[in-house]
């Protein structure tokens, strides 16, 4: 099995490939700080996917973050920035979209692949109740209208794949740390081996959906 692991470098993403190393796979990390690979630009995203060769059966996108370009998550919406917002949207919506449409090519069509994105719970429409994290919320939630877009593309060519988004949990990461409050935490290492339970299970017919780290659907 060969696995393509991008944001290798971040505490979920390291924990992945630690995991999947530990099962035998063959393991490929790009991330910023190895490799170049700037998910907020596109030419970075292009040629470092580029030097990529051969197929993948597993593509898992652990890019993203909750404070971007020195903003916090709004409390409300009188807190809310236009550049705090476009920077939200450009880390954690318009970077995974870029990834999929250049590992397009990386996804095998003959046989089973699965492609997962990282997104968050606090990204559901119709789970929100408490407000705020305004720019968080809606770029998460932009990436899995993404998600669910490419993954109707993607069943046309490659009728035995599987694209979700997932949300993790609460884990243990410096970009959690501020945020957990009294919230569960779990290690990265744990973290992962649940991701890749949910994933293992996987077929054509879940492509498309948003699935908690139980391997439960999170409603849009």
């Not at 870029?98 to 692949?113: C, F, G, M, N, Q």
């Not at 490419?150 to 740390?177: D, I, Q």
């Amino acid at each position: 099995m060969r696995a393509l692991v991008i944001g290798a470098s971040g505490g979920i993403g390291s924990a992945v490939c630690a995991a999947l190393s530990a099962r035998g796979c063959e393991v490929v990390g790009l991330s910023r700080s190895a490799d170049g690979l700037d998910v907020t630009d596109e030419a970075s995203v292009a040629a470092v996917l580029g030097r990529v060769g051969g197929v993948f059966d597993l593509v898992f996108v652990a890019t993203g973050g909750l404070e971007v370009a020195g903003f916090r998550p709004e409390k409300s919406v009188k807190a809310l920035d236009a550049g705090a917002l476009a920077a939200q949207f450009a880390l954690n919506a318009i970077g995974p979209a870029l990834v999929l449409k250049h590992v397009w090519r990386l996804i095998p069509r003959d046989r089973v692949a699965r492609v997962a994105v990282l997104s968050a719970r606090v990204g559901s429409i119709g789970d929100n109740r408490l407000g705020g994290w305004h720019g968080y919320r809606a770029a998460k939630a932009a990436l899995n209208q993404i998600v669910r877009t490419c993954a109707v593309e993607l069943a046309r060519t490659h009728p035995m794949a599987a694209l979700v988004a997932l949300h993790p949990g609460t884990v243990a990461t410096p970009l959690t740390a501020a945020y957990a409050g009294g919230h569960p935490v779990v290690t990265p290492e744990a973290a992962a081996e649940r991701l890749l339970a949910v994933i293992e299970g996987l077929g054509a017919e879940q492509s498309g959906l948003f699935f908690d780290w139980k391997g439960e659907r999170v409603e849009w």
